[in-house]
């Protein structure tokens, strides 16, 4: 009786389906909520104002991210998202507040490592490469006030980007996503005003924390 009991257990779980298990072949999606913060670091904005620096405000933005799975355990994201950041001032050009703004679009592309693909909760890291691009800069009101009408260009950025995160399953097909990258954005912004042309290294590298929800195909 005992073993007609078991039999019948180890029936039923085989033949019910398993959740958002992950395999290769799969197609993971999904849609998050992104917290791009710069840790950035610039140099003097020179030679015009040499005891002048600018800072990089955070901003929120939604990400859309495809994984394809190469193996079980190994997986390329691609992610895909934009966001607007206003440059501020520091030093002798605090008092101007915000000196311009830009558009971030910063396409990266990481190869990660999941730990446990066959389990209802799967961590996983990963490791990459991004290409930053910035687009619709903008001097502001309160610059060119001051130094008359700038034209804004940042120039594009190539780096690494490191990343962690956990897929938690929600039901068979759709997850809870949690994560958090690095990236690796250097940039300089070129200023011209008139015949003047100033300059300024900021290194960006913002922390990027998400939360989000996923779904297998």
Do not use: C
């Amino acid at each position: 009786m005992k073993f007609v009991v078991a039999a019948s257990v180890l029936a039923a779980a085989v033949a019910t389906p398993a959740w958002a298990q992950v395999e290769a072949g799969d197609v993971l999606v999904r849609a998050r909520a992104t917290l791009v913060s710069p840790t950035e670091d610039s140099g003097p904005v020179t030679p015009g104002f040499p005891t002048g620096s600018v800072g990089v405000s955070d901003r929120a933005a939604p990400e859309l991210d495809f994984t394809y799975m190469i193996t079980d355990h190994i997986g390329a994201e691609l992610i895909l998202a934009t966001t607007k950041h206003n440059i501020s001032g520091r030093g002798v050009l605090a008092a101007l507040g915000d000196v311009a703004s830009t558009r971030v679009l910063p396409p990266t592309l990481t190869l990660q490592y999941h730990f446990a693909p066959k389990s209802h909760v799967r961590p996983y890291v990963g490791a990459g490469i991004n290409y930053t691009t910035f687009y619709s800069a903008d001097a502001s009101r309160s610059l060119e006030a001051a130094i008359g009408r700038t034209d804004v260009r940042l120039k594009d950025s190539f780096g690494y980007a490191l990343q962690a995160g956990v897929d938690v399953d929600l039901s068979p097909r759709v997850f809870l996503n949690l994560d958090v990258k690095y990236i690796d954005i250097d940039t300089t912004a070129r200023l011209t005003t008139g015949g003047a042309v100033n300059r300024v290294d900021v290194n960006i590298d913002p922390i990027v924390p998400a939360i989000g929800i996923g779904m297998r195909f």
